[in-house]
């Protein structure tokens, strides 16, 4: 079974359909590999390929995958984006623990009413939460 990580809504993504590519049906279903998701102001079908982009970010956290689901919510919509290689997946999950680990920050910073250490509570996050990411 894939595992789609959520994506943070405290950093907002781009979904990008990449013209003239479209990943068969049964090639998804064989795709093995993790993804993410995340929330879309329109519906993407099943099987479009697709970049995600964290503008944020910048250049670098731009991943390319395919929609493997996508489901309608009251607001807006929940798309997985299944990642089709190795290092996509990666990438897309190393950024992903960047963003968790920032949003941590955010949360432990106004819990305690000052400035934390970057690194401190990067590796606080670590303790706690390192073991959701072991590879697929």
């Known amino acids: ?6 994506h943070t809504t405290e950093m907002p993504v ?9 990943i068969p049906l049964q090639r998804l279903h064989d ?11 329109r519906a993407f079908r099943r099987g479009t390929a ?9 250049d670098q956290a731009r991943f390319f995958g395919a929609v493997a689901w996508c489901r309608k919510l009251a607001e ?3 798309i997985g984006i299944a990642f089709t290689d ?3 997946m990666f990438r ?3 950024v992903e623990q960047i963003c968790l680990i920032e949003q941590y ?3 432990r910073e106004a819990s305690v009413g000052h400035a934390l250490a970057p690194e401190a509570v990067a590796q606080e996050w670590i303790a706690l939460h390192a073991a959701d990411f072991a590879p697929v």
């Open 14 to 22: 781009e979904l990008v359909p990449r013209k003239g590519r479209h």
């Open 105 to 107: 920050r955010k949360q």
């Open 92 to 94: 897309a999950r190393m």
């Open 50 to 58: 697709i970049e995600l982009c964290i503008p944020l970010l910048g």
């Open 76 to 78: 807006d919509y929940m």
């Open 86 to 88: 190795e290092e996509n």
């Open 1 to 6: 079974m894939r595992q789609f990580l959520r």
């Open 31 to 41: 795709i093995s590999l993790g993804g993410v998701a995340c929330n879309s102001t």
